[in-house]
């Protein structure tokens, strides 16, 4: 529960200074929503760990640093997601997105899951076992049959 305290904080920052977040972070991404984003999870963040201090510059300074950490945090999973696309669905060939995609529902549902969790959303191994169930060993051999098994289909 936010006390009151708390919840000036927060107002009196929202206020003050969400016009400074969001262009702070549409400096990074050029793209409105992504920044939009990025100000509800600064103030989340200020919501869940406030800094120390009440002083109205310092508290400036926490919410730049924040926003620039999470403007970087987004471009980096941006890249990460469009490397990923790029080698996962060759962009020389946009005609084949719909075969893939085609080739991907032939997998079955633990095989699909698995290459969606490793490509799409960078997990490893061993996290995609926690959320699948099993060990990451054998997550590995899955992540490995099905990427043959889609290859074979794309070949087909």
Not at 7 to 23: E, G, P, Q
Request: with cysteine; charged share 35%.
């Amino acid at each position: 529960m936010v006390n009151s305290t708390d919840k000036n904080l927060i107002t009196d920052a929202v206020n003050k200074y969400s016009d400074t977040v969001f262009r702070i972070a549409f400096q990074y991404t050029r793209n409105r929503s992504d920044s939009e984003d990025i100000v509800q999870e600064v103030y989340l963040q200020l919501l869940k760990t406030p800094p120390l201090t009440d002083d109205g510059i310092r508290l400036k300074a926490w919410l730049i640093r924040v926003a620039i950490n999470k403007s970087k945090d987004r471009l980096r999973a941006d890249k990460r997601r469009l490397a990923i696309t790029r080698n996962f669905m060759p962009s020389e060939c946009p005609s084949r997105h719909d075969e893939v995609f085609e080739a991907l529902d032939r997998l079955p549902e633990r095989d699909r899951n698995a290459l969606y969790l490793h490509y799409y959303e960078g997990y490893t191994a061993r996290e995609i076992a926690e959320i699948l169930g099993g060990n990451e060993r054998a997550l590995t051999k899955c992540i490995g049959r099905a990427r043959e098994k889609l290859k074979n289909f794309l070949k087909e």
